[in-house]
């Protein structure tokens, strides 16, 4: 009884394993392939399961007739190929259920007479009290609770699903669901997460450095290349990769190889820039290697603007040092970025102070210290309001009056990238300049008003920018009037009941509004009331004109009568001259024919004479000779007054012309008991004058002379000759001249007695200045030391008078 019991187990065990097999069978033969996943695809595959069904089939039936032919066998003999047949069974079911897994991470499978089999991932879940699979612990909470719907569906009509959903640790869960006949089958594959750290995965490193257009490369522990991609091998002119790491020609050079092997084997990144010739141009690379693994990137364009940008940063550092504005830039972090001389200069900070980029805040608090800063009652506000302009849009002006009397003008721009741009402008020179300028404009003000000229200043555009009170009352105006800064045009308008129509106005108005060629203009008006005005339109620096005008009325009155008697004058003295040579004219007829008749009398043709008929006729002669030299020089006087006086120039021996003298004076010398002297070098040579006047000037002086000089004085004649004149000097032994009668000796009809004698005319002397004047020289007569009296005359070399009469 026992043993059949135990046969009826095992026969049920061989029934259930062969209905496993063909419910794996059957589902994996019914589902979509490619829906599933399972790579069931080809027909040699699905063949090859029939054959593995029905050799599992075949193999219960043979368990199963063993069985009951055990009976009429020997026992042994059945058990031994009842357990192949169970064998053969389980590992067809094994094999199955593989197949049925395929790339599945887990399944589960409910047969009719099994109930769940789990599989793979679901074969370690622990299962609930009535045997089911927790679904939550094999998938996570939020899946199994999603697929408690899709699975209801599927156990009761067979509905099958696809489903993917999300687990708490960000895998993604591939759950399919399927039916065929009384089974049920549900698969799960699982899609890993990214990893956590972002770094990607080998083949798509791979990948991505293969299409990198930069060269990129790997090395063996030995260092050499092992592996480079197509940029890599482009830029050595390579074939290929391959061809590269087989001739192992090198990207790098040789120093910059070895600094990467020596940080390789120190275990550090290797991070440089070098200079490498490709593709026939010198190109500048910024290499990276870790690990064996290298990577160029091309920088050159990069350098070339790095270093346009720092050529650029330089220029318009030294532009900025050359300002006298001060600027200062401080960046997002409140720290000095730069600063120019200016800066320095201004505030007297250190340069090393300043090149260790302290704070804002820092600088101001020394600033504050050495009074350079204004003056703040809460210096703490006040620096927290400078702050507002890091987060200022527009830029903010202000003003620092500093406890110096300095002031300074600030204008702090916030920069795009953050920070701050300060400019401080030193106005105190120009707040002192307007101070200055706003006085002189009131003093010009006041000053003009003080001054008895009328001053109208017009600007370039022609209208009144300036009067004083004098233009007011000179044209009879109001400042009421003038106020609106009227043009040249109203304002003449407003003149004109004075000025009447004339001109004047008019060329005033030409200089206020000429563009070009700008012209003063000087103009008499007489008005219509009887006042005459000298005007004056003056052109300005700055476009403007400035118009004066001053009542000249009286002057012109005087001017007036001035020239009316100078006319009067003149005339008068025309009618002298006339009168002088008419009279001297028909003086010198008569006089010539009593002369010659005295001459005759005295002549023993005629008769003798008694002495004292002979005294008379002496008395006769001198009076005659002398009246004829007066008129003479009435004549010569009369001639050089109307410019009619012309100079016989020549060559003149001196010495000659000084002993011809001597001898025309003979007589006089005689007569008067004076002796004459000559004081000259026979070398004194020769110069140019009129030979005549020169002997007339030397006998005029000579008669003063020997009328002074003292019976039995001597009266000396010299010359001298220097560089580039000539001296005739006279001398005489006489009283001497007093110095306030030496100029006055030299004027007309101007003659003082001497001692018992009778004056002359004066006529003498005035005629010596005047052949000196003629020859471009001077005379002077002054006492001499020792005694007595001496006259110089001076005869330059080269006279342009002379050079005119020779002409």
Same mark, same amino acid.
Request: proline share 4%; with cysteine.
């Given at each position: *009884?026992?043993?059949?019991?135990?046969?009826?187990?095992?026969?049920?065990?061989?029934?259930?394993?062969?209905?496993?097999?063909?419910?794996?069978?059957?589902?994996?033969?019914?589902?979509?392939? !490619?829906?599933?996943?399972?790579?069931?695809?080809?027909?040699?595959?699905?063949?090859?399961?029939?054959?593995?069904?029905?050799?599992?089939?075949?193999?219960?039936?043979?368990?199963?007739?063993?069985?009951?032919?055990?009976?009429?066998?020997?026992?042994?003999?059945?058990?031994?190929?009842?357990?192949?047949?169970?064998?053969?069974?389980?590992?067809?079911?094994?094999?199955?259920?593989?197949?049925?897994?395929? +790339?599945?991470?887990?399944?589960?499978?409910?047969?009719?007479?099994?109930?769940?089999?789990?599989?793979?991932?679901?074969?370690?879940?622990?299962?609930?009290?009535?045997?089911?699979?927790?679904?939550?612990?094999?998938?996570?909470?939020?899946?199994?609770?999603?697929?408690?719907?899709?699975?209801?569906?599927?156990?009761?009509?067979?509905?099958?699903?696809?489903?993917?959903?999300?687990?708490?640790?960000?895998?993604?869960?591939?759950?399919?669901?399927?039916?065929?006949?009384?089974?049920?089958?549900?698969?799960?594959?699982?899609?890993?997460?990214?990893?956590?750290?972002?770094?990607?995965?080998?083949?798509?490193?791979?990948?991505?450095?293969?299409?990198?257009?930069?060269?990129?490369?790997?090395?063996?522990?030995?260092?050499?290349?092992?592996?480079?991609?197509?940029?890599?091998?482009?830029?050595?002119?390579?074939?290929?990769?391959?061809?590269?790491? =087989?001739?192992?020609?090198?990207?790098?050079?040789?120093?910059?190889?070895?600094?990467?092997?020596?940080?390789?084997?120190?275990?550090?990144?290797?991070?440089?820039?070098?200079?490498?010739?490709?593709?026939?141009?010198?190109?500048?690379?910024?290499?990276?290697?870790?690990?064996?693994?290298?990577?160029?990137?091309?920088?050159?364009?990069?350098?070339?603007?790095?270093?346009?940008?720092?050529?650029?940063?330089?220029?318009?550092?030294?532009?900025? +040092?050359?300002?006298?504005?001060?600027?200062?830039?401080?960046?997002?972090?409140?720290?000095?970025?730069?600063?120019?001389?200016?800066?320095?200069?201004?505030?007297?900070?250190?340069?090393?102070?300043?090149?260790?980029?302290?704070?804002?805040?820092?600088?101001?608090?020394?600033?504050?210290?050495?009074?350079?800063?204004?003056?703040?009652?809460?210096?703490?506000?006040?620096?927290?309001?400078?702050?507002?302009?890091?987060?200022?849009?527009?830029?903010?002006? +202000?003003?620092?009056?500093?406890?110096?009397?300095?002031?300074?003008?600030?204008?702090?721009?916030?920069?795009?990238?953050?920070?701050?741009?300060?400019?401080?402008?030193?106005?105190?020179?120009?707040?002192?300049?307007?101070?200055?300028?706003?006085?002189?404009?009131?003093?010009?003000?006041?000053?003009?008003?003080?001054?008895?000229?009328?001053?109208?200043?017009?600007?370039?555009?022609?209208?009144?920018?300036?009067?004083?009170?004098?233009?007011?009352?000179?044209?009879?105006?109001?400042?009421?009037?003038?106020?609106?800064?009227?043009?040249?045009?109203?304002?003449?308008? *407003?003149?004109?009941?004075?000025?009447?129509?004339?001109?004047?106005?008019?060329?005033?108005?030409?200089?206020?509004?000429?563009?070009?060629?700008?012209?003063? =203009?000087?103009?008499?008006?007489?008005?219509?009331?009887?006042?005459?005005?000298?005007?004056?339109?003056?052109?300005?620096?700055?476009?403007?004109?400035?118009?004066?005008?001053?009542?000249?009325?009286?002057?012109?009155?005087?001017?007036?009568?001035?020239?009316?008697?100078?006319?009067?004058?003149?005339?008068?003295?025309?009618?002298?001259?006339?009168?002088?040579?008419?009279?001297?004219?028909?003086?010198?007829?008569?006089?010539?024919?009593?002369?010659?008749?005295?001459? *005759?009398?005295?002549?023993?043709?005629?008769?003798?004479?008694?002495?004292?008929?002979?005294?008379?006729?002496?008395?006769?002669?001198?009076?005659?000779?002398?009246?004829?030299?007066?008129?003479?020089?009435?004549?010569?006087?009369?001639?050089?007054?109307?410019?009619?006086?012309?100079?016989?120039?020549?060559?003149?021996?001196?010495?000659?012309?000084?002993?011809?003298?001597?001898?025309?004076?003979?007589?006089?010398?005689?007569?008067?008991?004076?002796?004459?002297?000559?004081?000259?070098?026979? +070398?004194?040579?020769?110069?140019?004058?009129?030979?005549?006047?020169?002997?007339?000037?030397?006998?005029?002086?000579?008669?003063?002379?020997?009328?002074?000089?003292?019976?039995?004085?001597?009266?000396?004649?010299?010359?001298?000759?220097?560089?580039? !004149?000539?001296?005739?000097?006279?001398?005489?032994?006489?009283?001497?001249?007093?110095?306030?009668?030496?100029?006055?000796?030299?004027?007309?009809?101007?003659?003082?007695?001497?001692?018992?004698?009778?004056?002359?005319?004066?006529?003498?002397?005035?005629?010596?200045?005047?052949?000196?004047?003629?020859?471009?020289?001077?005379?002077?007569?002054?006492?001499?030391?020792?005694?007595?009296? !001496?006259?110089?005359?001076?005869?330059?070399?080269?006279?342009?008078?002379?050079?005119?009469?020779?002409?």
């Amino acid at each position: *009884m026992g043993a059949r019991t135990a046969d009826r187990q095992r026969g049920t065990a061989r029934l259930r394993t062969a209905g496993a097999a063909t419910a794996l069978a059957t589902i994996a033969l019914s589902g979509p392939a !490619a829906a599933a996943g399972f790579p069931f695809q080809s027909l040699q595959v699905q063949e090859g399961l029939l054959g593995a069904l029905a050799l599992g089939a075949g193999a219960a039936a043979l368990a199963m007739g063993a069985l009951y032919a055990a009976r009429g066998r020997a026992a042994r003999k059945a058990e031994r190929e009842t357990l192949r047949a169970l064998a053969a069974a389980r590992s067809d079911l094994y094999g199955l259920r593989q197949l049925a897994l395929g +790339d599945a991470d887990g399944a589960l499978l409910w047969t009719p007479d099994a109930g769940a089999e789990a599989f793979g991932s679901a074969a370690g879940v622990p299962r609930g009290a009535d045997g089911v699979v927790d679904l939550a612990a094999w998938l996570g909470p939020a899946p199994a609770a999603a697929l408690e719907a899709p699975l209801a569906r599927l156990a009761t009509a067979g509905e099958g699903f696809r489903l993917e959903l999300a687990r708490e640790d960000g895998a993604r869960l591939l759950l399919t669901g399927r039916a065929a006949g009384p089974c049920r089958l549900l698969t799960l594959r699982i899609k890993a997460a990214p990893p956590r750290d972002g770094a990607l995965p080998p083949p798509a490193a791979a990948a991505l450095l293969t299409a990198f257009p930069q060269p990129a490369w790997v090395r063996d522990e030995e260092g050499h290349l092992s592996g480079v991609n197509p940029a890599f091998a482009s830029a050595v002119g390579g074939e290929g990769p391959r061809e590269v790491v =087989e001739r192992a020609t090198e990207l790098l050079d040789e120093a910059t190889r070895e600094a990467a092997a020596k940080a390789r084997r120190e275990g550090l990144a290797f991070r440089a820039r070098t200079r490498v010739v490709t593709g026939g141009e010198r190109r500048v690379l910024e290499v990276f290697e870790a690990a064996g693994a290298g990577l160029a990137l091309d920088v050159t364009d990069e350098e070339a603007l790095r270093r346009e940008i720092e050529r650029t940063v330089a220029a318009h550092r030294r532009t900025l +040092d050359q300002l006298a504005t001060a600027v200062v830039m401080f960046g997002a972090d409140e720290r000095l970025m730069f600063h120019n001389a200016a800066y320095e200069r201004l505030f007297g900070l250190d340069a090393a102070f300043l090149d260790g980029r302290p704070t804002e805040s820092e600088i101001l608090e020394g600033l504050r210290a050495q009074r350079r800063v204004p003056e703040q009652a809460d210096f703490r506000a006040w620096r927290e309001h400078l702050r507002e302009a890091y987060r200022a849009v527009e830029p903010v002006h +202000d003003w620092w009056h500093l406890p110096g009397g300095q002031m300074l003008r600030t204008v702090a721009t916030p920069n795009a990238e953050g920070g701050v741009t300060y400019l401080f402008e030193d106005v105190s020179e120009h707040v002192a300049l307007e101070s200055r300028y706003n006085s002189l404009i009131r003093i010009q003000g006041e000053t003009l008003d003080g001054l008895a000229e009328a001053v109208a200043v017009f600007g370039s555009d022609g209208r009144l920018r300036l009067y004083n009170q004098s233009f007011l009352a000179l044209w009879s105006l109001s400042a009421q009037a003038l106020g609106d800064k009227p043009h040249i045009d109203a304002v003449a308008a *407003m003149c004109r009941p004075l000025h009447g129509e004339t001109r004047a106005w008019a060329r005033i108005r030409a200089v206020v509004t000429a563009i070009e060629h700008r012209r003063g =203009e000087t103009l008499r008006l007489e008005r219509a009331d009887g006042r005459v005005l000298d005007g004056a339109a003056q052109p300005l620096p700055d476009g403007g004109t400035m118009v004066t005008f001053r009542d000249v009325t009286d002057s012109v009155k005087v001017e007036r009568a001035l020239i009316e008697r100078n006319e009067a004058l003149e005339a008068a003295d025309a009618l002298k001259n006339a009168f002088v040579g008419h009279v001297s004219y028909h003086l010198r007829t008569p006089l010539n024919s009593l002369i010659g008749y005295a001459h *005759m009398l005295g002549e023993p043709a005629f008769g003798a004479l008694t002495d004292r008929q002979s005294e008379f006729l002496s008395h006769v002669r001198q009076s005659s000779d002398t009246l004829r030299a007066l008129i003479d020089d009435i004549l010569d006087l009369a001639t050089i007054d109307a410019g009619a006086m012309a100079l016989d120039l020549g060559d003149l021996d001196v010495r000659e012309t000084l002993e011809g003298v001597a001898d025309a004076v003979r007589d006089l010398l005689q007569e008067a008991g004076v002796d004459l002297r000559i004081a000259a070098p026979a +070398d004194v040579g020769r110069f140019v004058a009129d030979a005549r006047r020169v002997r007339q000037i030397l006998f005029n002086l000579i008669s003063n002379a020997v009328a002074v000089s003292p019976k039995g004085g001597v009266v000396t004649i010299g010359a001298e000759r220097r560089a580039d !004149a000539v001296l005739l000097m006279v001398r005489d032994q006489g009283p001497g001249i007093a110095p306030d009668v030496a100029e006055t000796l030299f004027q007309r009809f101007e003659a003082r007695p001497v001692g018992q004698g009778r004056a002359g005319v004066g006529l003498g002397l005035s005629i010596v200045r005047s052949f000196m004047e003629l020859h471009g020289g001077s005379v002077s007569l002054a006492s001499a030391p020792g005694g007595g009296a !001496a006259a110089v005359c001076i005869f330059p070399l080269e006279s342009p008078q002379r050079r005119e009469a020779a002409e």
